[in-house]
């Protein structure tokens, strides 16, 4: 059973160490997880990125926040070209581990558009069914 698994029904207040957390997460074949940053005080999702390791080690001994650049293949401090960085506010692991939470205190735009968020773009559907779903199969 899995190190997040086992922890399902620690109690509050309940800590392991950082070693033994970054070791159990659920890295991609890439040596990569997902990590959605989200401002700290509004709720709003500001963007998605990938971290390794020595990116997250990084992150907490700085407060500032450093992801893994795939297209780079480098380290990216946020902001470090820009100047619109990210300060590390609170880092959350998902409930199976593979994936991040940073809650961030985001200075100016996150996305490279020059938007405050990367997710402006939106999904509308502007149909509705020829026919039910049921009665198709049946």
């Known amino acids: 059973m899995g190190f997040f698994k086992l922890r399902e029904q620690d109690p509050a207040g309940d800590a392991k160490s950082l070693d033994e957390t970054l070791d159990a997460l659920g890295y991609n074949s890439d040596g990569l997880v997902p990590a959605i940053a989200q401002q700290y005080d509004s709720g709003e999702v500001v ?3 990938w971290m390794n390791r ?3 080690e990084e ?3 700085t407060g500032r926040v450093c992801y893994w650049s795939r297209s780079r293949q480098a380290y990216w401090r946020k902001g470090e070209s820009s100047g619109q960085i990210q300060k590390l506010i609170e880092m ?3 409930c199976d581990g593979d994936a991040l939470l940073l809650k961030v205190d985001q200075t100016g ?3 490279h558009t020059g938007r405050r968020s990367c997710f402006y773009h939106k999904v509308v559907i502007d149909s509705e069914p020829l026919i039910n779903p049921e009665e198709l199969y049946k």
């Open 109 to 111: 735009p996150a996305c």
């Open 92 to 94: 959350r692991f998902d």
């Open 59 to 61: 992150t907490l001994e």
């Open 47 to 49: 963007m998605m990125a």
């Open 54 to 56: 020595a990116a997250i």
